[in-house]
């Protein structure tokens, strides 16, 4: 995701909102916005989230601010949730893009989990459990990438934010006048 938001121009990333307590190093409006479960649960009743999900007995979601702020800078929005997130997201916005991002293994994930040395056995188990859910899922998305190698995981998630960039039906108000100074 970093890689993609570095190499990829006008991309926004979208910093979710959650109800947990910070992380070691994490920072409000950096790596969440972090507020009280009340808070969320008065937005949630305003209908302030694109998506929203409980997790462990904690709220996460995508405020509608961020998309609203992303299109009038002319960015395209990049979020990174989960597939009840993702699935809410496709109900509410048909013309998103979704791409699941798979591991290539139950045993590399693991690894990758273990080797960024965040969270305790039984939270790494529980991770894992759920992704073994999550995977299910994977045919409700547009796209699929398998993350075996950083670099061309990267460069495959930039070719989709490319393409699409250029589907017909997203461009059609560049294509219409260049049309235009055809006819006679």
């Not at 949630?44 to 462990?56: G, I, M, P, T």
């Amino acid at each position: 995701m970093a890689r993609l938001l570095r190499e990829v121009p006008r991309l926004k990333f979208s910093v979710s909102y959650t109800t947990r307590a910070p992380r070691g190093h994490e920072q409000s409006g950096q790596s969440y916005h972090f507020i009280s479960r009340e808070q969320f649960e008065e937005r949630l009743a305003r209908d302030e989230f694109l998506e929203h999900a409980e997790v462990f007995g904690n709220y996460y979601g995508t405020h509608r601010s961020v998309l609203d702020q992303a299109v009038a800078e002319g960015r395209d929005l990049v979020l990174d949730i989960d597939v009840q997130g993702a699935a809410q997201l496709k109900r509410k916005l048909p013309e998103a893009v979704t791409i699941f991002v798979l591991a290539p293994s139950r045993q590399i994930l693991e690894q990758r989990l273990r080797a960024r040395d965040e969270d305790a056995d039984a939270v790494i188990e529980r991770r894992l459990g759920d992704a073994a859910q999550e995977i299910r899922n994977y045919c409700l998305y547009d796209y699929v990438v398998i993350n075996k190698d950083l670099d061309e995981s990267a460069a495959t998630l930039a070719a989709v934010v490319r393409a699409e960039r250029v589907r017909r039906t997203r461009i059609e108000d560049q294509i219409r006048p260049i049309l235009a100074t055809f006819q006679k």
